[in-house]
């Protein structure tokens, strides 16, 4: 497999060698990003999903229920500033990543982020990855955890489809519960396909819009 | 940029080379694709957009409602057989790859499913591409047209933040209209943003549940 993307089979042995070689350079800096962060006290939390999931509107929520300790984000995108807009209008500092063509955030694009936010020691800092239920999940940045989030409206079996980003998961937010009833989307079985990918993952199921549940999320960041 | 799969920057020039290397062997493969696919009348139409988009569902409507040439399918996906499931329930002749950790098909993997497919001559062959609205776009499958499609649960922004896909689309088909009444999307709105990125990609609205507007993509699929 292709250690930048992921993209499957067709690659020379030349190719795959490089391309571990990137894998291995963002995980030695992914480290570094750790230890900097793991020093000021502050907890990094990898928010990865689909476009569209409800990433951004979950962390509006999420920054004004959280009054015990300073909050930052650090957003990506292929291009705009949009969802930066939307967390600055919080209150809380953010910096937004461009990555261009590009399918994900690494460890170096974090560490350059870092260095432009400068966020609080002892600060909760989120990192809204690029909506991409694949790429992200090779790429360590050094966060503490790797938060998951798919929403109602995509249906149950995305677990199965798309098992390394499960995988990696510490957690599974199902999110827009407020939808619940207008699609054919059984909780109980995405918790199941959940399970047999990760069975260590714990899954919260909330709606961001509404607030369903959201404290079962906020108890979670809390621990 | 990084070729493989577009994943922004911090790379070096020996992996940028090689990357435009493995881009540029997609691109001769493709060609490839492309000549034998239009030798035997063979219209191949490459489906791509975020995971849970609803492309199986417009499929299995599509192929039900389509019977003045034969279809086919190839169906991508990280890991299960479960769309192939889907669309062989329809009755059309569907071969499934999986990519393993792979984020997008590519040329070589669409020659592989031809040969194991055979598709008939002048059929209308459809591609579903992974789940993914990013690194898709940058690999040429030798298809006639690329369709991508976003769903109203998305949200309006996404052809702003993603905007290779939308570039790369001949069609976007808005999907899922039957949630409209349930969430914040301006289909207007959406349509401008389609238009600043791509000023020739038509759009199309649809909900591929309930058949609504369904008869518009059919009659772009016949031109």
């Known amino acids: 497999m292709c250690a930048t993307c992921g993209c499957g089979h067709s690659h020379s042995p030349e190719v795959v060698t490089l391309e571990q070689k990137v894998l291995a350079k963002n995980d030695h800096l992914a480290a570094h990003n750790r230890e900097w962060l793991t020093a000021r006290g ?18 509006e929520r999420t920054i004004r229920a959280i009054h015990a300790r300073p909050v930052a984000v650090i957003e990506g995108d292929q291009e705009t500033r ?3 807009e939307r967390i600055r209008a919080t209150g809380s500092p953010v910096v937004q990543i461009n ?6 955030l690494d460890a170096a694009m974090l560490r350059d982020a870092l260095d432009r936010l400068a966020p609080a020691d002892g600060c909760l800092l989120f990192v809204e990855n690029v909506g991409n239920l694949v790429c992200p999940a090779l790429f360590d940045l050094g966060e503490d955890v790797k938060v998951v989030i798919v929403s109602v409206t995509e249906g149950v079996d995305k677990p199965l489809k798309y098992p390394h980003m499960f995988a990696a998961a510490d957690l599974v937010v199902v999110n827009k ?7 054919d989307f059984d909780l109980d079985i995405c918790r199941a396909h959940v399970a047999s990918v990760n069975p ?8 961001a819009t509404r607030g369903d549940n959201v404290d079962s999320w906020l108890d979670w960041l809390g621990d």
């Open 99 to 104: 990555t261009g063509a590009g399918c994900h």
């Open 177 to 183: 519960l407020d939808l619940l009833p207008y699609v």
């Open 200 to 207: 260590h993952a714990e899954v919260v199921a909330v709606s």
């Open 42 to 59: 502050i907890r990094a939390v990898n928010l990865m999903s689909s476009p569209g999931s409800g990433k951004t509107t979950l962390l």
């Open 82 to 84: 949009l969802d930066a």
